[in-house]
Protein backbone atom coordinates (compact mmCIF):
# COMPACT_ATOMS: atom_id res chain seq x y z
CA UNK A 1 0.00 0.00 0.00
CA UNK A 2 1.05 3.19 -0.80
CA UNK A 3 0.88 6.00 1.47
CA UNK A 4 -0.44 9.48 0.02
CA UNK A 5 1.76 12.05 -0.83
CA UNK A 6 1.18 15.95 -0.68
CA UNK A 7 1.83 18.16 -3.13
CA UNK A 8 0.58 21.90 -3.53
CA UNK A 9 -1.21 23.15 -6.44
CA UNK A 10 0.76 26.01 -7.90
CA UNK A 11 -2.96 28.26 -8.52
CA UNK A 12 -3.79 27.51 -4.37
CA UNK A 13 -6.37 25.53 -5.76
CA UNK A 14 -5.21 22.77 -2.97
CA UNK A 15 -7.73 21.67 -0.49
CA UNK A 16 -5.75 19.52 1.61
CA UNK A 17 -7.56 16.60 0.07
CA UNK A 18 -6.65 13.24 -0.92
CA UNK A 19 -8.23 11.30 -2.94
CA UNK A 20 -7.60 7.76 -3.55
CA UNK A 21 -9.28 7.23 -6.60
CA UNK A 22 -8.93 3.71 -7.30
CA UNK A 23 -9.73 4.71 -11.17
CA UNK A 24 -6.95 5.21 -9.62
CA UNK A 25 -5.33 2.89 -8.35
CA UNK A 26 -5.62 -0.36 -6.63
CA UNK A 27 -3.33 -3.45 -7.86
CA UNK A 28 -3.10 -6.57 -6.24
CA UNK A 29 -1.40 -5.58 -4.00
CA UNK A 30 -3.70 -2.99 -2.44
CA UNK A 31 -5.27 0.26 -3.62
CA UNK A 32 -2.81 3.29 -4.14
CA UNK A 33 -3.48 6.47 -2.90
CA UNK A 34 -3.67 9.21 -5.46
CA UNK A 35 -3.23 12.78 -5.30
CA UNK A 36 -6.39 14.91 -6.68
CA UNK A 37 -6.77 18.22 -5.90
CA UNK A 38 -10.91 19.32 -5.91
CA UNK A 39 -12.10 22.39 -6.88
CA UNK A 40 -14.20 24.55 -4.71
CA UNK A 41 -18.15 24.77 -5.41
CA UNK A 42 -19.14 26.87 -7.90
CA UNK A 43 -20.02 29.63 -5.77
CA UNK A 44 -16.42 29.39 -4.37
CA UNK A 45 -13.79 32.23 -5.93
CA UNK A 46 -12.72 30.47 -9.29
CA UNK A 47 -8.44 30.03 -9.97
CA UNK A 48 -7.37 29.98 -13.39
CA UNK A 49 -7.96 27.16 -14.94
CA UNK A 50 -4.90 24.68 -14.68
CA UNK A 51 -2.32 24.22 -17.26
CA UNK A 52 -3.23 21.49 -19.91
CA UNK A 53 -1.85 18.97 -22.46
CA UNK A 54 1.71 17.98 -22.97
CA UNK A 55 2.67 21.56 -21.38
CA UNK A 56 1.80 20.11 -18.16
CA UNK A 57 4.35 20.38 -15.52
CA UNK A 58 5.56 17.35 -13.98
CA UNK A 59 4.40 18.21 -10.61
CA UNK A 60 0.99 17.71 -12.01
CA UNK A 61 1.53 14.37 -13.38
CA UNK A 62 -0.03 12.02 -11.24
CA UNK A 63 -3.40 14.52 -11.17
CA UNK A 64 -6.41 13.92 -13.57
CA UNK A 65 -7.24 17.35 -15.08
CA UNK A 66 -9.76 18.71 -13.34
CA UNK A 67 -11.78 21.88 -15.01
CA UNK A 68 -14.53 23.45 -13.41
CA UNK A 69 -18.04 24.46 -14.92
CA UNK A 70 -16.12 28.25 -15.07
CA UNK A 71 -13.92 27.01 -17.72
CA UNK A 72 -16.35 25.56 -19.85
CA UNK A 73 -17.58 29.04 -22.03
CA UNK A 74 -13.46 28.65 -22.91
CA UNK A 75 -13.43 25.06 -24.97
CA UNK A 76 -14.87 24.52 -27.56
CA UNK A 77 -18.53 22.70 -27.60
CA UNK A 78 -18.14 19.06 -29.02
CA UNK A 79 -19.29 18.57 -32.92
CA UNK A 80 -21.73 16.65 -34.33
CA UNK A 81 -24.36 15.77 -31.59
CA UNK A 82 -26.47 13.16 -32.38
CA UNK A 83 -30.17 12.80 -31.26
CA UNK A 84 -30.40 9.88 -28.89
CA UNK A 85 -32.29 7.55 -31.06
CA UNK A 86 -28.88 7.76 -32.97
CA UNK A 87 -27.34 6.09 -30.02
CA UNK A 88 -27.06 2.14 -29.37
CA UNK A 89 -27.32 0.54 -26.06
CA UNK A 90 -23.74 -1.41 -25.42
CA UNK A 91 -22.93 -3.30 -21.84
CA UNK A 92 -19.24 -3.35 -21.31
CA UNK A 93 -17.41 -5.82 -22.61
CA UNK A 94 -16.93 -8.60 -20.09
CA UNK A 95 -13.00 -8.91 -20.95
CA UNK A 96 -12.00 -5.11 -20.13
CA UNK A 97 -13.86 -5.25 -16.33
CA UNK A 98 -11.54 -4.82 -14.08
CA UNK A 99 -12.92 -7.61 -11.78
CA UNK A 100 -13.13 -9.99 -14.45
CA UNK A 101 -9.64 -9.39 -16.30
CA UNK A 102 -7.66 -9.85 -12.87
CA UNK A 103 -9.10 -13.43 -12.55
CA UNK A 104 -8.59 -14.39 -16.15
CA UNK A 105 -4.88 -15.83 -17.43
CA UNK A 106 -3.00 -12.68 -18.84
CA UNK A 107 -6.61 -11.10 -18.20
CA UNK A 108 -4.77 -7.83 -17.60
CA UNK A 109 -2.23 -8.08 -20.73
CA UNK A 110 -4.89 -8.75 -23.15
CA UNK A 111 -7.13 -5.73 -22.10
CA UNK A 112 -3.99 -3.47 -21.98
CA UNK A 113 -3.08 -4.56 -25.54
CA UNK A 114 -6.84 -3.91 -26.52
CA UNK A 115 -6.88 -0.80 -25.34
CA UNK A 116 -3.66 0.01 -26.80
CA UNK A 117 -5.03 -0.97 -30.56
CA UNK A 118 -8.30 0.69 -29.60
CA UNK A 119 -7.24 4.17 -28.12
CA UNK A 120 -3.22 4.41 -28.84
CA UNK A 121 -0.26 3.60 -26.55
CA UNK A 122 0.96 4.95 -23.53
CA UNK A 123 4.50 4.75 -22.36
CA UNK A 124 5.99 1.46 -21.15
CA UNK A 125 2.60 -0.58 -21.18
CA UNK A 126 1.14 -2.88 -24.26
CA UNK A 127 2.84 -3.37 -27.53
CA UNK A 128 2.22 -0.54 -29.96
CA UNK A 129 2.38 -1.54 -33.69
CA UNK A 130 4.25 -0.04 -36.41
CA UNK A 131 3.39 3.88 -36.44
CA UNK A 132 0.91 3.52 -33.24
CA UNK A 133 0.21 6.74 -32.10
CA UNK A 134 0.11 7.67 -28.41
CA UNK A 135 -3.35 7.92 -27.05
CA UNK A 136 -2.48 10.95 -25.56
CA UNK A 137 -2.74 12.37 -28.98
CA UNK A 138 -6.46 11.97 -29.49
CA UNK A 139 -7.83 13.75 -26.19
CA UNK A 140 -10.10 16.24 -27.08
CA UNK A 141 -11.56 18.69 -24.83
CA UNK A 142 -15.39 18.64 -24.77
CA UNK A 143 -18.31 18.76 -22.23
CA UNK A 144 -20.43 16.87 -20.38
CA UNK A 145 -23.61 18.00 -18.69
CA UNK A 146 -22.48 21.64 -18.54
CA UNK A 147 -18.75 20.96 -17.89
CA UNK A 148 -15.48 20.59 -19.52
CA UNK A 149 -13.60 18.30 -19.35
CA UNK A 150 -10.58 16.30 -21.87
CA UNK A 151 -11.37 12.95 -23.18
CA UNK A 152 -10.47 10.52 -26.00
CA UNK A 153 -12.43 11.66 -29.23
CA UNK A 154 -12.98 8.33 -29.80
CA UNK A 155 -15.07 7.77 -26.17
CA UNK A 156 -17.00 11.62 -26.81
CA UNK A 157 -20.04 10.26 -28.75
CA UNK A 158 -20.86 8.03 -26.17
CA UNK A 159 -20.84 10.70 -22.94
CA UNK A 160 -22.91 12.72 -25.10
CA UNK A 161 -25.13 9.52 -25.23
CA UNK A 162 -25.02 9.49 -21.49
CA UNK A 163 -25.82 12.71 -21.23
CA UNK A 164 -29.37 13.09 -23.65
CA UNK A 165 -30.23 10.08 -21.28
CA UNK A 166 -29.86 11.64 -18.41
CA UNK A 167 -32.03 14.64 -19.46
CA UNK A 168 -34.58 12.50 -20.78
CA UNK A 169 -34.48 10.25 -18.06
CA UNK A 170 -33.20 11.64 -15.03
CA UNK A 171 -35.57 14.81 -14.46
CA UNK A 172 -36.81 13.40 -11.10
CA UNK A 173 -33.73 13.11 -9.32
CA UNK A 174 -31.85 16.62 -9.86
CA UNK A 175 -28.22 16.32 -10.06
CA UNK A 176 -25.63 19.02 -10.96
CA UNK A 177 -22.15 18.22 -11.46
CA UNK A 178 -19.56 20.65 -9.76
CA UNK A 179 -16.12 19.13 -11.62
CA UNK A 180 -15.03 15.93 -14.00
CA UNK A 181 -11.85 14.65 -14.54
CA UNK A 182 -11.27 12.79 -17.44
CA UNK A 183 -7.23 12.24 -19.05
CA UNK A 184 -4.84 12.18 -16.54
CA UNK A 185 -0.96 11.30 -18.01
CA UNK A 186 0.64 9.36 -15.51
CA UNK A 187 -0.81 5.46 -14.08
CA UNK A 188 -2.22 5.52 -10.82
CA UNK A 189 -2.25 1.70 -10.51
CA UNK A 190 0.77 -0.65 -9.45
CA UNK A 191 0.87 -4.16 -9.65
CA UNK A 192 1.24 -3.77 -13.82
CA UNK A 193 -2.69 -2.40 -14.23
CA UNK A 194 -3.02 0.89 -16.22
CA UNK A 195 -5.79 3.30 -15.13
CA UNK A 196 -8.25 4.16 -18.14
CA UNK A 197 -7.89 7.51 -17.24
CA UNK A 198 -4.33 7.31 -19.09
CA UNK A 199 -5.97 6.27 -22.27
CA UNK A 200 -8.84 8.91 -22.03
CA UNK A 201 -11.33 6.28 -21.35
CA UNK A 202 -12.40 7.44 -17.91
CA UNK A 203 -14.32 9.78 -16.26
CA UNK A 204 -14.50 10.82 -12.32
CA UNK A 205 -17.80 13.34 -11.14
CA UNK A 206 -17.39 15.31 -8.52
CA UNK A 207 -14.52 13.65 -6.36
CA UNK A 208 -14.97 15.13 -3.56
CA UNK A 209 -18.59 14.19 -2.92
CA UNK A 210 -18.67 10.63 -4.59
CA UNK A 211 -16.85 8.09 -2.49
CA UNK A 212 -14.55 5.28 -2.87
CA UNK A 213 -14.71 3.16 0.26
CA UNK A 214 -12.96 0.86 -0.79
CA UNK A 215 -9.96 2.97 -1.13
CA UNK A 216 -7.35 3.89 1.04
CA UNK A 217 -7.84 6.63 3.88
CA UNK A 218 -9.44 8.95 3.81
CA UNK A 219 -11.55 8.19 1.37
CA UNK A 220 -12.76 4.89 3.32
CA UNK A 221 -13.03 6.81 6.59
CA UNK A 222 -15.37 9.37 4.80
CA UNK A 223 -18.46 9.25 7.40
CA UNK A 224 -20.54 8.23 3.60
CA UNK A 225 -18.49 5.03 4.39
CA UNK A 226 -19.66 4.18 7.28
CA UNK A 227 -23.12 4.87 7.10
CA UNK A 228 -25.29 1.85 6.86
CA UNK A 229 -27.02 1.34 3.88
CA UNK A 230 -27.85 -1.29 0.99
CA UNK A 231 -26.16 -0.58 -1.58
CA UNK A 232 -22.84 1.53 -2.91
CA UNK A 233 -25.55 3.97 -4.47
CA UNK A 234 -26.45 5.40 -1.07
CA UNK A 235 -22.85 6.13 -0.38
CA UNK A 236 -22.67 8.84 -2.97
CA UNK A 237 -24.46 12.03 -3.78
CA UNK A 238 -24.48 11.14 -7.23
CA UNK A 239 -27.92 9.69 -8.27
CA UNK A 240 -28.46 6.13 -9.24
CA UNK A 241 -29.93 7.34 -12.20
CA UNK A 242 -26.59 8.60 -13.60
CA UNK A 243 -25.29 5.42 -13.20
CA UNK A 244 -27.98 3.42 -15.14
CA UNK A 245 -27.85 6.19 -17.85
CA UNK A 246 -24.06 5.72 -18.13
CA UNK A 247 -24.21 2.03 -17.97
CA UNK A 248 -26.62 1.87 -21.16
CA UNK A 249 -24.00 3.23 -22.92
CA UNK A 250 -20.90 1.20 -22.47
CA UNK A 251 -19.70 2.41 -19.46
CA UNK A 252 -18.70 0.53 -16.51
CA UNK A 253 -19.22 2.05 -12.96
CA UNK A 254 -16.04 1.38 -10.58
CA UNK A 255 -18.90 1.38 -7.90
CA UNK A 256 -19.09 -2.48 -8.62
CA UNK A 257 -16.16 -3.37 -7.71
CA UNK A 258 -14.23 -3.82 -4.79
CA UNK A 259 -12.71 -0.31 -5.00
CA UNK A 260 -16.21 0.91 -4.37
CA UNK A 261 -15.00 4.28 -6.74
CA UNK A 262 -18.46 5.62 -6.91
CA UNK A 263 -17.28 8.72 -8.77
CA UNK A 264 -15.63 6.99 -11.90
CA UNK A 265 -17.04 5.75 -14.97
CA UNK A 266 -14.89 4.11 -17.83
CA UNK A 267 -15.84 2.99 -21.26
CA UNK A 268 -15.36 -0.25 -22.21
CA UNK A 269 -17.90 -0.54 -25.06
CA UNK A 270 -16.81 -1.14 -28.39
CA UNK A 271 -16.51 2.62 -29.93
CA UNK A 272 -17.29 1.21 -33.07
CA UNK A 273 -20.87 0.26 -31.84
CA UNK A 274 -21.69 3.95 -30.33
CA UNK A 275 -23.83 5.13 -32.78
CA UNK A 276 -25.96 3.43 -35.06
CA UNK A 277 -24.44 5.27 -38.18
CA UNK A 278 -20.48 6.27 -38.88
CA UNK A 279 -21.75 9.02 -41.03
CA UNK A 280 -24.12 10.38 -38.36
CA UNK A 281 -20.87 11.68 -35.81
CA UNK A 282 -17.31 12.82 -35.96
CA UNK A 283 -15.24 11.55 -33.60
CA UNK A 284 -15.93 8.11 -33.93
CA UNK A 285 -13.64 5.71 -35.27
CA UNK A 286 -13.28 7.72 -38.12
CA UNK A 287 -8.93 8.26 -37.20
ZN1 LIG B 1 -11.42 7.68 -11.97
Given at each position: MTRPRATTLAHGLVLGLMVLEACAGAPSLGPVAVELTVPPPAAAPVPPPPVLGPSLDASFDSRPEILLASDAAATTPPDGRAPLSACNEQPPQDFLVRSNFLRAPDGNGRSIQYRTDTYGSVPGFGHPGAGALPARGSVVTTTFMGLPVRMHKKVVPALRCVEEEIKVTCGEHPYTAHALAGVRFNNTYRGGEVTNHMFGIAIDIDPAI????????PWSSSPLCA?????????????ECWVHAFERYGFYWLGHDVLRDTMHYEFLGDPAKIQRSATVVGGGDGG
Open positions: NTCCGCVKRKAKTEYDRMAMP
